[in-house]
């Protein structure tokens, strides 16, 4: 997105009817003879003024409730006008194309998806976790969700991340001056326990990474996908997760042709289970089809149930079990989560479930409920789900990744900060990458086409 300095304008409310419609404008500044032509009157600072929109053969529209918010004090920190109307949609249309008449001369255009927050980026209203929190607060799904972005947008992450980027740089300010003393440096160094320094930054790193790594569970979900041969029980295994009948089971082998998905809280945790077409050779045509699409749930899946049938007599993996899980895992993300699930274990001897668990497999029956608890501890433990109750944040992938790759610099800076003075220079550069990773997480260094990629996918108006 290119980032203009023209006045813009959006319908910042749904689509659709509704009791009242809000129309924005932003502009640096707004040109007074156009808010005057707008409203016809002046507009007092941060007070609601009710105005009457007229079209160009000066009929009323709407009467309407304007107020005007002077730069920096508003939300894009430029001009803001905001004219709320009845809230439909032909109304707000018109009302617009009317703004859009009387603004030509400004240069007055519809706003970008996400222009407005942008602009309060760019401006220095807020930084780019903040920004981002608006569009998830904007889509959340849950409470839960609502809560996290909520606190991600008053700066609770953002803080966090500043005071390690202080943190750092305190640090990199002592380590770079010692390099201009390289006689005293070991000293130097021991005496301000640059090394303890570093480790106690690295542990709160790994804190911000298990709440971030909890804030992108809760923004996005877990794709957990059912998968194994026909009959099994991976439609009977949703029903029981979602406690309801949500797909058909019949002891027909191929009884489920397409993918299904329901989302679900598993112990708090937002969670879409999808159960798909049993995995097997077919000549069916739609049997086939369906089959595909399970190949493109396990491309995307997070974590996957892989199920057998504890009641078949032979535990043993058949050769072409064997080599159908490898295609799974190979097809698998690479920080998908794989579980083994022998279903139908109300069927099997104490001695097979033993003998399965051994090998590392969980045994449940779908039909009774038996180790759907212990399935659900597993589910929710691996990716770090804590229960996600108290102080949850939103997070983004973008947001891990930075996470990561700071944590991994910081780490080699302890590597480095061990090996005495040759390595010196090298703890220094690690430190300088640690802190900028973290920072774009906050976009202070973050190409523009990334940031335009991210405004992008906000709603017009926002
Ligand atoms: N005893 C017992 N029967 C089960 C259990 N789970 C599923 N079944 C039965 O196994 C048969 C197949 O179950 P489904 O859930 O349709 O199996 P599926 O894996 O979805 O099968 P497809 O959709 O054909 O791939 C049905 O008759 C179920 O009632 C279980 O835990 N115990
Ligand atoms: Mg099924």
């Known amino acids: ?56 053969a000066g009929e009323t529209i709407d009467q309407a409730l304007a107020l005007f918010f002077p730069e920096p ?104 001056s010692t390099l201009d003393f390289p006689e005293e440096e070991i000293d130097f160094l021991e005496s301000a326990q640059a090394h303890q320094r570093l480790l106690t930054i690295s542990q709160r790193l790994v804190g911000l990474q298990e709440a971030a790594t909890q804030g992108a ?12 041969a026909p009959n099994v029980g991976k439609s009977s295994l949703l029903n029981r997760l979602a406690g309801d009948d949500v797909a058909i089971v019949t002891d027909l082998a191929g009884t489920t042709r397409d993918r299904i998905k ?4 598993l112990a ?37 149930l892989f199920l057998r049938d504890g009641s078949e007599q032979n535990q043993a993996m058949s050769q072409e079990e064997v080599e159908m899980q490898n295609r799974i895992k190979t097809a698998l993300p690479r920080h998908a989560i794989f579980f083994e699930v022998i279903n139908k274990a109300d069927l099997c001897s104490k001695l097979q479930i033993q003998a399965s668990q051994l090998l590392g497999s969980l045994c449940v029956s779908a039909k009774t409920g038996l180790g759907i608890d212990e399935l659900i501890k597993r589910i929710v ?57 973290l920072e774009q997480v906050l976009g202070r260094t973050l190409p523009d086409e990334l940031l335009g990629k991210i405004f992008s996918q906000f709603c017009i108006g926002k």
């Open 1 to 56: 997105m290119l980032t203009r300095k023209i006045p813009i304008i959006a319908i910042a409310t749904a689509a659709g009817g509704a009791g009242v419609g809000i129309v924005r404008i932003s502009g640096a500044p707004i040109q007074a003879e156009l808010v005057h032509a707008i409203v016809g009157r002046e507009m007092p600072a941060r007070q609601a003024v009710v105005v009457s929109l007229k079209n160009a």
């Open 73 to 176: 004090a508003s939300f894009t920190g430029e001009d803001v006008l905001e004219l709320q109307c009845h809230g439909g949609p032909q109304l707000l249309q018109m009302v617009v194309r009317r703004c859009l008449e009387l603004g030509k001369k400004s240069g007055l255009a519809i706003a970008e998806p996400g222009e407005f927050t942008q602009r309060a980026y760019l401006n220095g209203k807020i930084d780019l976790v903040q920004a981002e929190a608006i569009a998830d607060l904007i889509s959340a799904q849950s409470e839960a969700a609502v809560l996290g972005a909520t606190r991600s947008l008053q700066g609770t992450f953002s803080q966090a991340i500043n005071a390690l980027v202080e943190e750092i740089t305190q640090l990199r300010i002592l380590v770079e």
């Open 217 to 228: 569970i809760l923004r996005d979900g877990m794709q957990l996908v059912l998968v194994g």
């Open 262 to 265: 329901v989302t679900i809280t």
């Open 268 to 304: 708090g945790m937002p969670v879409h289970v999808i159960d798909t077409a049993g995995l097997r050779v077919t000549h069916d045509l739609l049997e086939r089809a369906g089959i595909e699409r399970t190949w493109e749930a396990i491309r995307h899946a997070d974590a996957m």
């Open 381 to 437: 433990e691996r990716p770090g789900w804590n229960g996600g109750n108290e102080d949850l944040l939103i997070a983004r992938q973008r947001h891990l990744e930075c996470i990561a790759s700071s944590a991994t610099h910081l780490q080699k800076a302890q590597i480095h900060s061990l090996n005495g003075n040759q390595t010196l220079e090298l703890f220094a550069e690690e430190l300088r990458l640690a802190q900028a990773c």
